[in-house]
C-alpha cells in the first residue's frame, strides 16, 4: 500500500469547516483514497473515497489533485462530535482482491472547540 | 446500512484464561473478515484475515496458536485469545468484507483488560 502522511494534530472551531490534509506521493494508478474515522473506543468509521475526482457526501468533500500525490478531508461545518482520529489510507478499490486490508497509519486528531 | 456487531463491547478476565470474542455481519454476508489490534494511543495493527471455511492467514509476529480465529460461516467470525496475559489487554477491532459488495465495514470493537 501507498504510504500517506498527515500532520499528527490539528484544530478545528464549531461550525468552520475543518481542512485535514494528506500527502501520498506514491500512490498507484489503481489505488483510492479512503477515509475513516475512530472516535474515542469505537470501531473505525468509513467517510468517504475517491480515485481522482473530487466526491462529495452528507458527511464530507475529497478534494484529490489532479497528480493525485494529496488529498484533503473537508468537513464543512465541524460539530463536537466530529472530535475524532482520521485517517486517510490509500488502498485499491472494492473489487481489488486485496481490498480490505488497511494499514492504517497514526492519522490526524482532530479536535472541534466551542 | 451494512452492520457489524461485536460481543462482548468488554471484558475482564483473569491472566491464564481464554476469551472468546465474536465478529457478526448482520444484515450481509462475509467472506472474508479482518482483526485489528489496537493499544492505547496507537493506530490499528492488523492481525489476521480470516476467509469463511479455511484457515486464518496471520501477519507476522501474530502467533497463531495464541490468537485462534475460526470463520465457521458466512457471517460469524470468532478471535480467540488462549492463556490471555495483561500484555494481552487490548482493543481488538474486526471488519467484514461483503461478498456481493465488496464493501468493508467495522465492528465497534471489544475492549480485552487481563488482570
Known amino acids: 500500500d501507498a504510504k500517506t502522511t498527515q500532520p499528527t494534530s490539528m484544530d478545528c472551531a464549531e461550525g468552520r469547516a475543518a481542512n485535514l490534509p494528506c500527502n501520498h506521493s506514491t500512490i498507484s494508478g489503481n489505488e483510492y483514497v479512503y477515509w475513516y474515522r475512530q472516535i474515542h473506543s469505537q470501531g473505525p468509521q468509513y467517510i468517504i473515497h475517491g480515485l481522482k475526482n473530487n466526491e462529495t457526501n452528507e458527511m464530507a468533500s475529497l478534494i484529490i489533485t489532479e497528480d493525485r500525490k494529496s488529498s484533503t478531508l473537508i468537513l464543512p461545518h465541524a460539530t463536537l462530535r466530529d472530535t475524532a482520529v482520521y485517517y486517510c489510507i490509500v488502498r485499491v478499490g472494492p473489487g481489488g482482491t486485496s481490498y480490505g486490508k488497511l494499514t492504517f497509519g497514526q492519522g490526524t486528531i482532530l479536535t472541534v472547540h466551542p | ?115
Open chain 2, 1 to 115: 446500512g451494512a452492520v457489524v456487531s461485536q460481543h462482548p463491547s468488554w471484558v475482564i478476565c483473569k491472566s491464564g484464561t481464554s476469551v472468546k470474542i465474536e465478529c457478526r455481519s448482520l444484515d450481509f454476508q462475509a467472506t472474508t473478515m479482518f482483526w485489528y489490534r489496537q493499544f492505547p494511543k496507537q493506530s490499528l495493527m492488523l492481525m489476521a484475515t480470516s476467509n469463511e471455511g479455511s484457515k486464518a492467514t496471520y501477519e507476522q509476529g501474530v502467533e497463531k496458536d495464541k490468537f485462534l480465529i475460526n470463520h465457521a460461516s458466512l457471517t460469524l467470525s470468532t478471535l480467540t485469545v488462549t492463556s490471555a496475559h495483561p500484555e494481552d489487554s487490548s482493543f481488538y477491532i474486526c471488519s467484514a468484507r461483503g461478498r456481493l459488495s465488496g464493501e468493508l465495514f467495522f465492528g465497534e470493537g471489544s475492549r480485552l483488560t487481563v488482570l
